[in-house]
């Protein structure tokens, strides 16, 4: 979830507030909180105590944006859905689905991740998937030279 408008610092403080103070999770110690009915739990200690896997779907370009999803434990998902809400609105809700708005929120998803994570081994796999897909999804439209003609055109934008 994205574009609360409110600066990181103030976003969390305020978190902290509603959750009475309390930064870690009752069960593990983890940081990143949220309440469930009786307890101050992180995401994943939440997920487990409803029965349910400790892992969630993250839209690295927002889910408004693109469907891509990777599958990452929920505490991480809570961390990078948070950064998220940095970035520009804009382009987060991409209302036209335009393809640069796109690829530059996935390029930010990806950065969040590569800042995020220590081993990015499998999530290099999957981004390196989406960009495959993607050319072959551009090419089915635009033809399979499709790279090499936005190469040219970006080229002579920048001679003017
Ligand atoms: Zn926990």
């Known amino acids: 979830m994205a574009g609360s408008g409110l600066p990181r610092a103030i976003r969390h403080e305020k978190k902290r507030q509603r959750l009475g103070g309390r930064v870690t999770c009752e069960v593990c110690g983890a940081h990143g909180v949220e309440r469930s009915r009786t307890q101050v739990l992180c995401p994943e200690c939440r997920r487990m105590a409803q029965g349910l896997s400790p892992f969630e779907w993250h839209h690295p370009a927002g889910r408004k944006n693109d469907e891509f999803a990777v599958r990452i434990p ?12 940095d970035w520009p609105t804009g ?18 998803g990806h950065r969040d991740m590569v800042l995020h994570f220590d081993d990015l081994d499998e999530i290099n796999r999957d981004f390196g998937s989406l960009l495959e897909d993607m050319d072959n999804y551009v090419s089915e439209f635009l033809g399979e030279d499709w790279w090499g003609k936005f190469l040219e055109m970006r080229s002579q934008k920048r001679k003017v």
């Open 91 to 108: 382009s987060m809700t991409n209302p036209v689905k335009n393809g640069p708005p796109r690829i530059a929120m996935l390029w930010r």
């Open 74 to 85: 929920a505490n991480d998902h809570a961390a990078l859905s948070d950064a998220q809400n």
